[in-house]
């Protein structure tokens, strides 16, 4: 009888276990997916804002290219315009040095291209298309580009002594650098070199 009452406590405590571990089984599962869910939220979340940042860079470049498009999108034309004013500059040299002209007639025909050359200039300014200023200045690759070097002992080296093609700005970006010649310091050997060619001289 006794074994009997032992086999039935047995089996009820057997049960009781399995109940309780049913329960805790329960409760970790519903922990699982509690725990899945607030994983996928974070996730979705997390993508969410990396679309909305890569949205948001996307219109600031696309806003960008919009407003260079607006201010510098007569860049070409610009350029070629630079040639109409290279080309009065050269054709106001060219009848200057023309030994065939008579002074009067270099004159009035220097004078309309001057009247030319200043509307240009003027409209230029308007279109903000700047000249770069070159002579006397030191040597800025981002605007100027040295054609050659010419000595010069009054003056520090990198110093512009000279322009060969003016260069210009469109709105703060550069459209065409300037040509020019710099300054530099004669080496030993080109000033011992000129010495003896004034010895042999004299």
Not at 52 to 76: L, P, V
Not at 79 to 92: P, V, Y
Not at 111 to 116: A, F, L, N
Not at 139 to 160: L, S, Y
Request: aromatic content about 4%; cysteine-free; proline content about 1%.
């Amino acid at each position: 009888m006794e074994k009997e009452n032992q086999k039935s406590i047995n089996e009820n405590k057997d049960k009781v276990q399995d109940l309780k571990d049913s329960k805790r089984s329960e409760n970790t599962d519903r922990e699982k997916k509690e725990l899945s869910i607030e994983e996928k939220y974070k996730e979705l979340e997390d993508k969410l804002t990396r679309s909305y940042a890569e949205i948001e860079n996307q219109r600031r470049r696309y806003e960008k290219e919009i407003d260079d498009a607006f201010q510098y999108g007569g860049m070409a034309l610009a350029k070629e315009t630079l040639n109409i004013a290279d080309n009065l500059e050269r054709s106001k040299l060219s009848i200057t040095n023309d030994q065939n002209l008579d002074l009067k007639s270099k004159d009035k025909i220097i004078e309309h291209i001057d009247i030319i050359y200043k509307d240009v200039v003027s409209i230029f300014r308007k279109n903000q298309i700047e000249e770069i200023k070159a002579l006397g200045e030191k040597m800025d690759p981002n605007k100027h580009q040295a054609m050659m070097e010419v000595e010069d002992e009054n003056k520090d080296p990198g110093t512009i002594v000279q322009e060969i093609q003016k260069g210009y700005m469109l709105k703060g970006r550069l459209l065409r650098p300037s040509l020019v010649g710099v300054s530099k310091k004669a080496t030993k050997e080109e000033k011992s070199a000129e010495k003896t060619e004034k010895k042999g001289g004299n």
